[in-house]
């Protein structure tokens, strides 16, 4: 009977050390995970702070081709995504004097500016335009050609040694040939794939707009 006590006592010993020793593994474990998700989320951090992100846009709200009218414009939309997912800083371009609300009236104001090459005044400025590393520039697409204010803003800014991501809205002319154009006015800069969405979609199904934004984005 002892023999038969002395067995079960070190059965019972032997178990407890066991369970011991798989909750300090156990515990070992959950912090050693904790530990690496703590250097992903500083890594990570430290990839979205190593590049300061701009993103420059002009956009025009009221009556729009295709859309009707609308309170918010087509390139904002897209904008506005881009930098909802690259953490950038929003900058929109403006011109001093407003274009009219008619999309008609609208049409003979912008055709007679690139008629005669024009270059509007704006109304504002980016702050510290030199600490950015990174700058997205969002247009419409008005007859082939970016809207002569976003010529207005690239010549007004040194891009040397910048990247540029071009990205426009337009109802089926793509980005037609600003993309060249961007080159062309920003010879030190690295110009990048650009991007381009209809208008209808950018207003209309706003799930594949951001899925055409994230597709871009990954590349």
């Not at 989320?41 to 009218?69: D, T």
């Not at 904008?79 to 929109?92: H, Q, S, V, Y």
């Not at 001093?96 to 007679?112: F, G, H, I, L, N």
């Not at 071009?166 to 991007?195: D, H, M, R, Y």
């Amino acid at each position: 009977m002892k023999k038969l006590i002395k067995i079960v006592s070190i059965i019972l010993i032997f178990s407890l050390l066991s369970g011991c020793g798989k909750e300090t593994q156990s515990g070992a474990k959950e912090e050693n995970n904790a530990q690496k998700g703590n250097t992903s989320s500083a890594a990570k951090s430290s990839l979205q702070s190593s590049s300061k992100i701009l993103i420059a846009y002009f956009s025009r709200a009221g009556e729009n081709y295709n859309v009707g009218v609308v309170d918010k414009g087509n390139t904002q939309i897209v904008a506005e995504m881009i930098a909802k997912k690259t953490d950038g800083t929003l900058f929109r371009i403006e011109t001093a004097e407003d274009y009219p609300e008619s999309y008609s009236r609208c049409e003979d104001v912008a055709k007679k500016e690139q008629s005669d090459n024009a270059r509007p005044k704006l109304k504002a400025d980016v702050e510290n335009f030199d600490e950015y590393d990174t700058v997205y520039i969002g247009y419409p697409i008005w007859w082939g050609d970016m809207p002569m204010a976003v010529y207005s803003f690239i010549e007004s800014h040194d891009f040397s040694g910048k990247k540029i991501l071009p990205f426009c809205t337009n109802e089926g002319s793509g980005l037609a040939n600003t993309v060249e154009s961007i080159k062309k006015e920003c010879p030190k800069a690295e110009v990048l794939q650009g991007l381009s969405i209809r208008g209808q979609t950018a207003q209309k199904s706003e799930k594949d707009a951001e899925e055409a934004v994230d597709k871009w984005l990954e590349k």
